[in-house]
Each structure stands twice: as C-alpha cells, then as structure tokens.
C-alpha cells in the first residue's frame, strides 16, 4: 500500500500509486554519521524545511561522488548483484527507466505500478543485495543506509532533467567519459524501458 508523504528519518518522502520518482539510496559507510549530524546543525536556522532539505541533500550528493568509505560497489560482482536486483524488478512492481550504479551509491528512476509502496520496492532491493554482496565479501556487516532520498517527477522537464543527472553521475565523475562507457548503468546496458515521459500539462503544481 502507498504511503503518501511521510517521513523514515531526516528526510520526507513521496509515496503514490503510478507515481514516476527518481531515487537515491547508498552505502552505509559513504557518508559518516557525524558529517550529516554537523551538517544538519548548520542548516537548522534555515526557516524553509524545503530549502533545507535541498541543500542537506546537495551536500551529501556533492560527499557521495567523492567517493567516500569502502566503496565496494566498485567490485564488477557487487555492482552485478544490486543491477540484477533492479532490473528483476522490472514488470513487477515497478517501471524501470533508469539507472547508475556508482562506487558508493545507487540512482534509479522508476514509476511505481498499483499495490507496490516505493519503501518496500527499496527495502527489496537493500535486503536481497545485502546478503549476496556480504557473501559474496565473506562477511556480516550492514551494507546500505536505512534511509533513502526520493524524489517526485513533476512534469516533463524535470522527467528529463533527471533522467540527464542519473546519466552523466559517473561522467561528472570522472569515471569515464560518456554515460555508455558506464557498464553498470541503464546507459551502459542499453536500457529501453519502453517507458512514456508524464504529461507535463497534468503534472502536479
């Protein structure tokens, strides 16, 4: 079932049947506790909890791509493993448009199908990856982060938009040069979701 708008943690998120949302989820070790915690002290002034979402959310995007912690997504296998959990997903219970696996985080945009709540997609794809990819590295440990950023597509230019960020992360970067050199990405696999783009004049305000 569809949760609307509710929150796990420091972020809020959108939950609605045949939504389209662009999601970011990553490892436990990219971004320390006490960075988000200090971060957080510091935008606490901020009136606008929109605003301050914002910006908490480009701080930790701008942390990820530096690479931080382990960054064992940057094992071929690992990356194989949470692919294959995306992607199995695909027709079930959800639209899967597109992707990128990076060194310490995941970007995925999806549209959700009826019946199927975007916390539970998510917590599938964290669970099922998690005890491979600890099997697979001969240990018992938490891999993911328990909370995920989400985001609502509005209307046709943030469709895009969007699409071009999930494409061009690695290439930002500096992981490779173009978005299909990335092979564990919906670019990198010549991904067609056969997917149409929302209606930008029935997007919601």
Known sequence: MNRGI???????????????????????????????????????PIADDALCQKELHH???????TGHGEAILADPVCASIIQNKLIECHGVSCKLIDWVIMPNHVHVMIRLFEGFSLSTIIQGWKGASSSEINRHLCRSCTLWAPDYYD????????????????????????????PEDWRFSSA???WSADFSPPDATQAAD
């Open 59 to 65: 701080r930790i995007a701008k942390y990820e791509d």
């Open 151 to 178: 985001r609502y597509i509005r209307d046709l230019d943030h469709y895009h938009d969007c699409r071009a960020y999930i494409l061009n992360n690695p290439v930002k970067a500096r992981l490779c040069a173009k």
């Open 6 to 44: 509710h929150s796990r943690g420091y972020l809020p998120h959108w939950d609605f049947a045949k939504s389209v949302q662009a999601i970011t989820f990553r490892l436990a070790d990219s971004v320390p506790k006490n960075i988000i915690r200090k971060w957080k002290e510091e935008l606490a």
């Open 188 to 190: 990198g696999a010549d």
